[in-house]
């Protein structure tokens, strides 16, 4: 019996499906109309020519001649060709968006599930946050490679103009099946709309399979790296759909189990394949015919737990995989009306099955770094490898750990402000730091700053432009705090209409405090971030309503970037705070001392 995930990601496959085939039913009629009305065009001429036929006066070789160039000719033939291509391609681009839109939904299933087989196995609480759609959907346009579709050969196709010349080229064979087999206009035109929808539909269909698994595989290879990163000692493995349908390359792939990071080999081959319908620019030498259809998926085997990790039943251990998903988002009151109708609490049922077997597992998952001292490195290496100790690269979407493109006193200064913040708080590692090019997506979201925070990565983003070095920094952020406190005292030197409306309310709402931002050092940008990387702690506190009624109150009196949205009150807020600065919410300043360490 398949897993409960696997059996949603066939629903989603399923939905997928139903959604095709109304999209080329409604091609269909498209196509069927239009070739009607190209050949009631000829049914005058075509009536004389059936005579003469019949009469013997031309041969049936002379007559389809005649009606190929009369039907398959000329500007009108060629103009409904395009136009029925079209129609097709249309149809297809539609239908490939419509599995493209579940990739993300598949995708964080199938992580939770892999989450959850390790949880149940080992009984141990990874610290995981559950995924959603949103979630891995913003990680894709940051990202285009953290999950690609399948298909660039397809999507090339499509860019060269190859794949409308092929459509041209069935319709063109498909009419001439229809002039030598001799039908009426509307078994001709039933016939071609038909074969050509059918036909695109099946396409459609093996690329929304095959991108399915991909996002499901891709989803359980994730959360078993996750989890063998934190320190769980695992294996994964290949489990093939075993039926008459089924490749000889993967029945041979079929119980492999491998190390993560190790990639399963095809006997007899060089063909070696992370996990089932891998795609991306790492699966570049992975021939199609691996990828296109796959129906397999991994499982995963924890030692000590082998006979648990993987069942035959949906239901494992005392908590099914929905009921563990539920679980991890209750509120309090959910708990206590869970634990009344006698299901065990989420702690409870994570009380290890095997103290031996569980406790390297668990000293694996210590989230709060040790804070060391902070010593200068001399290398950028070195910077790495210090920062290091306060990032957990298994957390979702991390960006991992490179200083490249910014100074070595950039770095250190970086480092500092970070050693400072977890010597005085009690919070969780982050995913990482980065200072990416400027022309990749995550080097345009701060393109206008000098760093930035991603909470689906809960990693830092730096600016290298910006960041070349400490004094680069320095001089940029005197220089836009010069024209914005220019801009409060002579509002007459500007044309503030020429503002977007979102800065124009910043500098509104600036009238109070006397500025537009709190930072105005380098450190005080790092902080600003920090203050975003806690909002998570903030949105958990029992007073974050009355910390958001505040708001309008206290926004105003932080800076005008305060009053944008709650995510920047929260960073404004807390830079302000660490600055020594006494204007912030008294609430929200208790949630943020509720973080210190002990």
Known sequence: ??????????????????????????????????????????????????????????????????????????????????????????????????????????????????????????????????????????????????????????????????????????????????????????????????????????????????????????????GYRRAAKLGVDLKIEWQATLDNRTRHDHRMLHGQRRDVDEPFEVPDTDIKILYPAEAGPGASDIPQREIWNCRCTLLAWVKGFEGDTVTSSPKTGDLTFDEWQKARTMTKEEQDEWIKAGKPSLREWLKPKTTTATKAIEEAVVKKPVVPEFTPAKTIEEAEKFVSQFVDTSQFGSVGVSFKGVGLDVANEFNRTIAEHYALFDVDKFGGVVAPAGNTKLGQQVSTAYAGYSPVRKSFVLNRKNMKTVKTAQAGLAEERRVCQDVLTHPERYDLTKMSPRARRIFENAAESGRTLVPETLNDSINHELGHSIERYIKRSENYEQIKANRSIYGPKVSGYACDDEGEYIAESWCSWRKGETVADPVLVKAFESLMRK
């Open 1 to 222: 019996m398949a897993d409960p995930a696997h059996k949603q990601t066939d629903a989603y496959i399923a939905q997928i499906e139903r959604r095709m085939r109304r999209e080329y039913a409604k091609a269909a009629r498209e196509i069927e109309k239009k070739l009607n009305d190209h050949l009631a065009a000829f049914e005058e001429k075509k009536k004389g020519r059936l005579e003469a036929l019949a009469k013997g006066k031309i041969t049936q070789q002379q007559y389809n001649n005649w009606y190929t160039g009369q039907v398959m000719t000329g500007q009108r033939w060629r103009d409904m060709q395009d136009q029925i291509t079209q129609d097709l391609l249309n149809a297809n681009a539609i239908a490939r968006s419509i599995a493209n839109g579940y990739r993300a939904d598949v995708y964080a299933l199938n992580i939770n599930y892999a989450t959850y087989q390790i949880e149940e196995a080992g009984r141990i609480d990874t610290s995981f946050t559950l995924y959603d759609k949103q979630t891995v959907e913003r990680i894709i346009r940051e990202d285009p490679d953290f999950l690609p579709p399948p298909g660039k050969t397809v999507k090339k196709a499509i860019a060269d103009g190859t794949a409308k010349a092929w459509e041209r080229n069935i319709l063109q064979s498909n009419m001439m099946q229809s002039i030598i087999q001799g039908e009426t206009i509307h078994e001709a035109a039933k016939r071609i709309s038909e074969t050509l929808s059918t036909r695109n539909y099946a396409a459609s269909v093996r690329y929304a399979r095959t991108a399915m698994t991909n996002a499901q595989n891709a989803g359980r290879y994730d």
